[in-house]
């Protein structure tokens, strides 16, 4: 078991920055993939950034060159600096988590170990 809880969200206007963390406790022994996705009110939960065990990542396309997913397994946290935020990258952020393979995917039925979600709103 892998417990996730985020943090760091807020409301920032139009080309501000927030850093969304993400701390992970539990069973560590195995290594994991972790990603964030974000949802918007009646839309479908996406794939934002995932990053391997071995540092590999995965961003989605809308989000290429604004947002950077990083780790600190010393500490156990996970990261998501986003900068350059529009109104469109509002919506709630989750944490995810998925025991490490090859693959590294961005689709939520991948991922097993899910937080609770942080609010991040940005103002035009």
């Known amino acids: 078991q892998v417990q996730l809880m985020e943090s760091g969200g807020g409301s920032v206007q139009s080309g501000g920055s927030l850093r969304l963390s993400c701390a992970a406790s539990?069973?560590?022994?195995?290594?994991?993939?972790m990603a964030w996705f974000r949802q918007a009110p009646g839309t479908e939960r996406e794939g934002v950034a995932a990053i391997n065990s071995d540092r590999k990542t995965s961003y989605t396309a809308s989000v290429q060159g604004r947002f950077t997913i990083s780790q600190d397994n010393a500490k156990n946290t996970l990261f998501l600096q986003m900068n350059s935020l529009k109104p469109e990258d509002t919506a709630m952020y989750y944490c995810?988590?998925?025991?490490?393979?090859?693959?590294?995917?961005?689709?939520?039925?991948?991922?097993?170990?899910w937080g609770q979600g942080t609010q991040v709103t940005v103002s035009a």
């Open positions: 539990g069973d560590r022994r195995s290594g994991y993939a």
């Open positions: 995810a988590a998925r025991p490490a393979t090859w693959w590294l995917p961005l689709s939520p039925q991948q991922y097993k170990y």
